[in-house]
């Protein structure tokens, strides 16, 4: 079965750090380009950052830039997304998803396989 499962929401307070998990199975990350995205309630769903598990390059958005780390440990076929100085607009669902070919950062049409999402909530 191909499947991505993201792990480590929760609740946090604002300025608060937590790290999300997406394990995959099924098939091997190392050569696909992983994006993390979320979705807040009553807007559209958002490119976060991406990583390459080939050459393990990596992006992302300006609202993201300077607080959040996304990596790979190949040998656990598992993409991160450490998130430092969280701030309650951060609350949302992320999702990860995986695309073997991608030539746009976050076009979400370009990603083959989808996780379930895990609840992120910043608030004091």
């Known amino acids: 079965q191909v499947q991505l499962v993201e792990s480590g929401g929760g609740l946090v307070q604002p300025g608060g750090s937590l790290r999300l998990s997406c394990a995959a199975s099924g098939f091997t990350l190392a050569y696909y380009a992983i994006g993390w995205f979320r979705q807040a309630p009553g807007k559209e769903r958002e490119g976060v950052s991406r990583?390459?598990?080939?050459?393990?390059?990596?992006y992302y958005a300006d609202s993201v830039k300077g607080r959040f780390t996304i990596s790979i440990d190949k040998s656990k076929n598992t993409v991160y997304l450490q998130m430092n100085s969280l701030k309650p607009e951060d609350t949302a669902v992320y999702y990860c998803?995986?695309?073997?070919?991608?030539?746009?950062?976050?076009?979400?049409?370009?990603?083959?396989?989808w996780g379930q999402g895990t609840q992120v909530t910043v608030s004091s």
């Open positions: 998803a995986a695309a073997k070919t991608l030539r746009h950062y976050f076009l979400q049409s370009e990603y083959d396989y």
């Open positions: 990583i390459s598990g080939g050459d393990g390059s990596t």
